[in-house]
Nanobody, 122 residues
Framework: HVQLVESGGGSVQAGGSLTLTCVAS????????MAWFRQDVGKEREGVAS???????NYLDSVKGRFTVSEDDATNTLYLQMNNLKPEDTAMYVC?????????????????WGQGTQVTVS
């Protein structure tokens, strides 16, 4: 049974920082591509950052230089370090996993989704 459990969201002021955590279980973590998506009310879900099984990272243009995706294979944990947060970063952040990566703009590669953790920037 695959599970992705996120934590670390919260409310911060603009310019602040948060680190999101996604703990994965139920599959071979190191063989999967991982990503963070976000969705605000009334908007489409968008890819924010990804980490391929070979270590390649990809970022949404608007978060480049502010967000960093990383992982700890030993604990099956994916992280998203978010610095210099802006009000437009407000959204539910959701962890995603899939056996192949087709890009942040395409959600069809995702096999498993977490429940999400809310980030609110004011």
């Amino acid at each position: 049974h695959v599970q992705l459990v996120e934590s670390g969201g919260g409310s911060v002021q603009a310019g602040g920082s948060l680190t999101l955590t996604c703990v994965a279980s139920g599959y071979t973590y190191s063989s999967y591509c991982m990503a963070w998506f976000r969705q605000d009310v009334g908007k489409e879900r968008e890819g924010v950052a990804s980490l391929d099984s070979d270590g390649t990272t990809n970022y949404l243009d608007s978060v480049k230089g502010r967000f960093t995706v990383s992982e700890d294979d030993a604990t099956n944990t994916l992280y998203l370090q978010m610095n210099n947060l802006k009000p437009e970063d407000t959204a539910m952040y959701v962890c995603a996993a899939g056996p192949g990566f087709w890009g942040l703009r395409d959600k069809r590669w995702v096999e498993h989704w977490g429940q999400g953790t809310q980030v609110t920037v004011s």
